[in-house]
Structure formats: structure tokens, C-alpha cells
């Protein structure tokens, strides 16, 4: 199920686009918002444990390990 997210940060993502490409980075401005497919989980963190969520988008792309924190639910 997709869900349309909006970015409460201004940051740079690594994106996956298949297995055999090099990672591309793409710059998410504050307020924009994506439809995407998330896979939560958590990652131990040096100050503890951190809910992350991988971010699977409508065009195939895929962004990993971002904070929940960094983004809300529109829908």
C-alpha cells in the first residue's frame, strides 16, 4: 500500500535504482511530499534504539534507513 509522506527535514538521500547501479543521491527539500511504500524497523543507534523505515517510491527507486522522525503521514 502506498502512503503519501511528507519530509519535516531538508536532507540527502542515497537511492537505490536496481541491484546493478551505483547509488544515486537525491536532495529532499522540507515539505515535499512522495508517495511510497515503507517497511519499518528499528536500528540500534549509539543512543539507543531508532524506528527507521525503508521508503519504497512509485518510480522503482528505493531510499533505506530513514528516520521516521523525518518524515510524516499526509493520508
Known sequence: MFHIIEFTE???VDLET???EWLE???IHRGTQLQAQLKP???QTRSGPVEVADLFFVNGT???RIP???FS???
Open 41 to 43: 524497523y528499528v536500528v
Open 25 to 27: 543521491q537525491m536532495r
Open 18 to 20: 536496481s541491484p546493478k
Open 62 to 64: 528505493t531510499a533505506r
Open 68 to 70: 521516521f522522525g523525518w
Open 10 to 12: 531538508e536532507l540527502l
Open 73 to 75: 503521514f499526509v493520508d
